[in-house]
């Protein structure tokens, strides 16, 4: 490709809505074009880069055995209301009718229509296992679109899905794509985690987030240095205590704490460390009945350590909470505690609740929390002393960094990252909702067994640049790059040496497979270097009229931070063994 023959359209100035540096760069780079909330147009440049990533995940899928079709964006609302969903997801579901008023949806996601598919073509065990995909645009009618192809409304996604006979097969395949995802990034070239995830109401073990490493992620992710092990935030278990809890040394006290209503002002004004205090989240649980009314309420109390935080996907766990949640009401805990939160505690208390103790708390001794009056808080508070051993201990908290490690290995460390690919074991969920079977080897029809596994393709560049970026642009990994050489000749149109050069270089490249771009515009070096900085294409070539007749170009990395004189005979051998390295 030529750079004049190109749509090559960078910007100086990032427009003011771009929060995050993919956002800022991709557009000033010109790569995406807004065109409506979250909703962009892939530009030249931006195309190429989704579509390299589209084609190793491509390779990587097939390799593995999963074979490749569409499914429509749009979808009949019928497939949809057999598993519930059509109703149950929120208004993120684009929901459409057509000119006959018939209920369609923008799909997010395919598992009906997979399952659909399965339960017509998939007759027999004979026929598995059998894992099918596509690359396909999705749409997510987010409430707030942000950070462009970080949070888009409108994305690319590669989803695939895997049928099975049993459980044991299953796994198998899970298995099998678990491994696929990680020679797909590898490939991608970016430092990422595969870490452990929640796995709702399926439960198990078998469910996998891919994280790109970036300062700027929206998740946290939980790794032992020391180990294999890593998990997402919601799944990190933070283990019980080592040790008894120590005898009581002070009485219960009430103690004045005037305007302090947050754990850390009542240890800072007490002279106390934060992890001494305990703060108290009011839950309610409601029982509907069978019109969906609300006929009763149960408010729960749960304690937790000041200086650690709820994780609710472990809150949704516990027996009783685990069919859903609400916080409470200022009512409903005026009611239950005769206070208003901030002064909270589970001594005194007007109305029972259920009380959940974090597992820290459990083995607390004289700890400190709310007297249930206003600017008053209880001191030396300790079970079976001052309150009734508690019966539903649980692990409801966020790990923190240094925490020791659920595989005895050693301590917790804690990363930012940006979730790009998901494998998860679904179970027999959509096969038993749309009545989707096979026959068995005993001939009874049976619900197949299945797994999901998706590719976020438009968020992965998102993703790469905020791992790979500095104040001057992008810097792609060479598999992802939109180019992988730039040639820039400096004064092509006055130099005949430099234009020969030039295209004898950019000629020989391309015999060789290499995916270069010759600059052959005539902007001035300043320019010219600022748009491939900026674009982050990761080698350059530079060719002059004063080095081309010393018989020298200069090669430079978009990493580097100066040029290397390199002999013109040997830059393209140079090329290819750093490319390929």
């Known amino acids: 490709m030529k750079a004049s023959q190109f749509l090559i359209s960078t910007l100086k100035e990032a427009p003011a809505d771009a929060e995050v540096a993919s956002h800022r760069l991709m ?36 390799r593995a055995g999963a074979v490749e079709l569409t499914m429509p964006v749009v979808q009949p609302a019928e497939l949809w209301q057999e598993t519930g969903r059509f109703d149950k997801m929120g208004p993120e579901l684009l929901r459409i009718k057509d000119r006959h008023d018939r209920d369609f949806v923008i799909q997010p996601t395919s598992e ?30 987010e409430r707030r679109p942000r950070f462009g192809l970080m ?80 998990a997402n935030i919601e799944k990190a278990e933070a283990l019980p205590p080592a040790g008894p809890r120590p005898a009581p040394a002070n009485p219960l006290t009430r103690t004045p704490t005037p305007g302090k209503s947050t754990c850390a002002d009542v240890a800072e004004l007490l002279g106390v460390p934060l992890a001494t205090t305990v703060k108290s989240l009011v839950l309610a649980t409601d029982t509907l009945d069978e019109q969906g009314e609300v006929v009763s309420s149960q408010v729960w109390l749960l304690l937790l350590r000041g200086d650690h935080d709820m994780n609710e996907v472990k809150v949704g766990k516990v027996p009783g909470l685990d069919k859903g949640f609400r916080f409470a009401t200022i009512p409903e805990i005026e009611a239950h505690f005769g206070c208003r939160p901030g002064y909270l505690g589970p001594i005194g208390l007007k109305q029972p609740v259920q009380l ?33 051993e508690p019966t539903r201990v649980a692990d409801i908290r966020n790990v923190v960094e240094g925490d020791p490690s659920p595989d005895g290995k ?50 992965l560049p998102a993703a790469a640049i905020e791992q790979n970026h500095d104040e001057r642009g992008i810097i792609w990994p060479d598999a992802i790059a939109p180019f992988t050489v730039v040639v820039c000749p400096i004064g092509m149109d006055r130099s005949p040496e430099v234009k020969a050069a030039a295209e004898s270089l950019y000629a020989e490249l391309l015999a060789a497979g290499v995916d270069v771009i010759l600059d052959d515009r005539g902007e001035r070096p300043g320019a010219m270097f600022a748009d491939w900085e900026l674009i982050g294409v990761p080698h350059r070539v530079t060719i002059g009229d004063r080095g081309i007749k010393a018989g020298q170009v200069e090669y430079q990395h978009r990493r580097d931070a100066a040029a290397t004189q390199v002999p013109v005979t040997e830059i393209a051998a140079l090329l290819r063994s750093k490319i390929s390295a």
């Open 151 to 230: 949070r888009g409304r409108e994305f690319i996604m590669k989803d695939a899905y895997s049928f099975d006979r049993d459980e044991a097969g299953a796994k198998a395949s899970y298995q099998v794509m678990a491994a696929a995802y990680r020679r797909i990034f590898d490939r991608f070239g970016l430092k990422y985690r595969a870490v452990a995830a929640d796995s709702g109401a399926i439960g198990g073990d078998l469910s996998e987030e891919f994280q790109v490493i970036a300062a700027t992620g929206e998740d946290a992710i939980v790794y032992c240095p020391q180990s294999d092990y890593a």
């Open 112 to 141: 009906e229509v997979i399952t659909d598919i399965a339960r017509q073509e998939l007759r027999s065990y004979k026929q598995l296992p059998k894992n099918l995909y596509q690359i396909q645009t999705k749409f997510r009618d």
């Open 410 to 459: 050693g301590l917790l460390a804690i990363e930012r990252g940006i979730e790009v690919g998901h494998v998860f074991y679904l179970g027999t969920k959509y096969s038993r909702a749309m009545n989707a079977t096979f026959l068995g080897e005993d001939g009874k029809p049976a619900p197949f067994e299945m797994g999901c596994y998706g590719i976020g393709i438009t968020r």
């Open 356 to 388: 959940v103790v974090d597992r820290e708390v459990a083995v607390l001794a004289d700890w400190i929390c709310g007297g249930n009056e206003v600017d008053v808080h209880l001191t030396g508070v300790n079970w079976g002393r001052d309150l009734p």
């Open 27 to 62: 557009t000033r780079a010109g790569m995406i074009k807004k065109l409506g909330a979250g909703i962009y147009n892939y530009m030249p440049m931006g195309l190429r880069v989704i579509q390299k990533v589209e084609r190793i995940v491509r390779e990587e899928m097939n």
